[in-house]
């Protein structure tokens, strides 16, 4: 006798424009697709004919809409979120970027609580969400609160309904005590991921950056992430500062030290690399090393533009990341294209290049990470998927999406993660979102006035 087919959750998107690598066309008008236990089962477009397997569907009209997948965030600090507009009163403002790391961001990382972590979490993944980004890769800080402090950001991710990777960034700054605090806390975190499994949440070895490091320190995480198997995800040459550091302690610089220290690999995510040389770049590319490129916080922060180009000519694989610096990659992604032209005086350059990096770079950075087909309209592909309402005054096809994207008022209506539905006419459908932004006011009122 045939087993009784059990009824599954089945969504079909349909009517809107479908923008999919598996097709030749890229876009298909009234295009649709069919999502079934949190996964993309079929995408085509005209009219759908339904599977004959009894499945209750639920119908999302996409007519007018910009169907895609959802962004990936490949590095961001989520605990900044309760930092927007911040004032710290008797502070003379930073004349540079290590002043502007002592005058606010480790005054603000050593105040905050868990509490603080955990509403800092949701808050940000929310935003996040509604930025149409359905992944984030989170570097956590928070000194005087290590031990669980993974939780509260996983606890955040959560309950706001994101997919995210966290990790503790292990330093030296505050003593040995706290950096041996930070590598158990990413070892804990992962453990427990292993034992208890969660296809929305993913665990690296956090580390600060190569000035913050001591050798001792650096060599005890790289022990401790290869008996797990963990990636690194740690900042790299942000600065000039973290070169003459390494130049000055250990005489090679900074991505060199990293690569006989073990750190570098394709399971790597070096963020920043602003002041990297060309043959450390030529490494960066051996080694399969990803770079995280944040240029409004490298403009923001005056520490230089990196050499994108470089990077791209030597086959390295570079993604995007916000670093903190807000919630809309698009915006990264729109700021690392100017900032390349400005850089290589060449107005023509990095269309094409910007849109690799958020499309389909971040999207196989995030899927190695997740084990999982991530940040693709793609059969099999985990059904994270973003509807986007667009009024262009100009025609829209696959060759020029991109421009519309990085310049067009796109809003972000509705967000599925794993086929839930998370973001309903650009509301959450999870949180009341005003309450959690009055508590979120209330308690950086709090934490401002601790720093």
């Not at 001591?214 to 060599?219: C, D, E, N, R």
């Amino acid at each position: 006798m045939d087993k009784p087919k059990t009824q599954r959750d089945t969504t079909l998107i349909k009517g809107g424009d479908v923008v999919t690598t598996k097709s030749k066309k890229g876009l298909l008008r009234g295009g649709w697709v069919l999502v079934k236990d949190g996964r993309i089962a079929r995408i085509g477009e005209g009219e759908f004919k339904r599977d004959a397997d009894g499945d209750k569907v639920t119908v999302i009209n996409a007519e007018g809409r910009l169907v895609l997948p959802g962004f990936v965030n490949a590095h961001t600090h989520l605990y900044s979120t309760l930092a927007r507009g911040i004032k710290l009163a008797g502070t003379a403002a930073p004349r540079n970027f290590p002043e502007q790391l002592e005058n606010l961001w480790w005054r603000l990382d050593r105040a905050l609580t868990y509490e603080d972590c955990y509403w800092s979490s949701l808050v940000g993944s929310l935003l996040s969400l509604k930025a149409g980004v359905t992944t984030v890769i989170d570097h956590h800080a928070s000194p005087e609160a290590i031990d669980k402090s993974l939780d509260a950001i996983a606890h955040g991710m959560v309950e706001a309904g994101i997919r995210g990777s966290v990790c503790y960034e292990v330093s030296d700054r505050d003593g040995q005590d706290k950096a041996s605090l930070g590598i158990y806390e990413n070892v804990r975190f992962a453990r427990g991921l292993k034992e208890t499994p969660n296809d929305r949440l993913s665990a690296m070895m956090g580390l600060h950056a190569s000035f913050t490091l001591s050798q001792p320190t650096l060599l005890r995480a790289r022990d401790a992430a290869a008996e797990l198997d963990l990636g690194f995800h740690l900042h790299v040459a942000e600065d000039t500062c973290d070169v003459a550091d390494s130049q000055k302690r250990y005489n090679r610089r900074v991505v060199t030290r990293l690569q006989e220290a073990g750190i570098l690999s394709a399971r790597t995510l070096a963020i920043h690399c602003v002041h990297v040389s060309d043959s450390e770049i030529m490494l960066l590319g051996r080694t399969g090393t990803n770079v995280i490129h944040c240029p409004r916080s490298n403009l923001s922060n005056a520490v230089g533009i990196a050499p994108v180009g470089k990077m791209f000519r030597h086959g390295v694989r570079v993604g995007f990341g916000s670093d903190g610096f807000g919630f809309w990659i698009l915006e990264d992604a729109l700021a690392g294209m100017i900032a390349w032209r400005l850089a290589e005086h060449a107005p023509a350059v990095a269309a094409i290049e910007t849109e690799l990096m958020l499309l389909k770079n971040n999207p196989v950075i995030a899927s190695a990470l997740f084990e999982d087909k991530i940040g693709e309209l793609a059969e099999g592909a985990a059904a994270d998927i973003i509807l986007l309402g667009y009024d262009s005054p100009t025609p829209v096809d696959r060759g020029n999406l991109w421009t519309h994207l990085l310049m067009g008022d796109v809003r972000v209506e509705t967000v599925l993660v794993g086929g839930r539905v998370v973001i309903e006419d650009g509301r959450s459908t999870l949180l009341d979102e005003a309450a959690v932004f009055e508590r979120a006011r209330s308690l950086a009122g709090q934490l401002w006035r601790r720093v």
